[in-house]
């Protein structure tokens, strides 16, 4: 161990990491839940290939979390979709260096 | 994947990658449902990159060596003990101390995820949550340790702690040579995040 690594390689590690502690915290789900679920996404997606605790550990974790939501009743998977599409749009047409907004 | 790369040419906004707008469509959703507060995840994003890692585990086992009834009341309940220090909450809700001695030496991993002591060490590193180590630390567990440059005498025994949604643990390593005389400050620099995991050993003092 000798130059220091960043806790989240990505933004996107970190803000899906934030999403489920927040959401846990708020009640909306038990710890040891979440570990039951995630586990079982690791160990599927472990099937396939073998993960290396990075990009496809977290993203085993946004997966577990878009499940849990639609379980839950929170988000739907077609609306995710829907927002996801929306959210790409709009980066797509904003003018590179401006921020970029949903359009609403 | 489109848009996938930085393009000088392009007019518009760089395109961040398809999970992160998945992500973004979660919270969009959820904020607009009025379950969450955008802040308060910025504020654990910042807690985590800035405040909450390796050096709050250090501090405890540097004092574990130097206060004998410290030591004492960690081995006997580390969740209160660490929790007086201002480290609870998040995954360390029972925390259980095991120390390294040199007839034993103690390794934690989590097989079935990536449970580990949040408020003590931070967040995991990438290899403790890859599948390599989550199956080879159980079953050879010497292997590992050499990968780590940890090479035990093989009269001391191995015990591999695995960690659970419910219960986590902090490695306490051995307090190494020619440290007699220094402050904590100057103890917990030398211990190091994989000795608190036990894939390590505290640094000598140089």
Known sequence: MTAPEPVFTHPWHGQVFALTVHLNEAGYFAWPDWATRFSQTLATHGLAKELDGGDDYFTAWLETLETLLADLGQAAPADVEQMRAAWESAYLTTPHGDPVHLKT | ?206
């Open chain 2, 1 to 206: 994947m489109p848009h996938d790369h930085h393009d000088h040419d392009d007019p518009h906004a760089l395109l961040p990658p398809e999970p992160a707008l998945r992500v973004k469509a979660l919270e969009t959703i959820l904020t607009k449902k009025g379950l969450i507060d955008p802040a308060a995840l910025d504020e654990i994003i910042d807690a985590y990159q800035n405040r909450i890692g390796p050096r709050n585990g250090a501090m405890v086992v540097a004092r574990a060596w130097s206060d004998p009834a410290f030591h004492a009341a960690l081995m006997k309940d580390a969740t209160e003990v660490v929790a007086d220090l201002g480290f609870f909450g998040r995954q360390g809700e029972h925390i259980i101390a095991v120390e390294n001695t040199d007839e034993t030496h103690n390794m934690v991993v989590c097989t079935l995820c990536s449970c580990y002591p949040w408020p003590l060490l931070g967040i995991p590193p990438g290899w403790y949550k890859s599948d390599a180590y989550r199956a080879r630390a159980v079953r050879e567990p010497r292997k590992v340790l050499a990968n780590f440059g940890v090479n035990l005498p093989p009269e001391s025994s191995v015990r591999v702690w695995d960690s659970t949604a419910e219960v986590r643990y902090l490695v306490i390593p051995q307090r190494p040579t020619g440290t007699d005389g220094m402050d904590v400050d100057a103890l917990a620099a030398l211990v190091t995040r994989d000795s608190m995991i036990g894939t390590g050993l505290a640094k000598a003092p140089s």
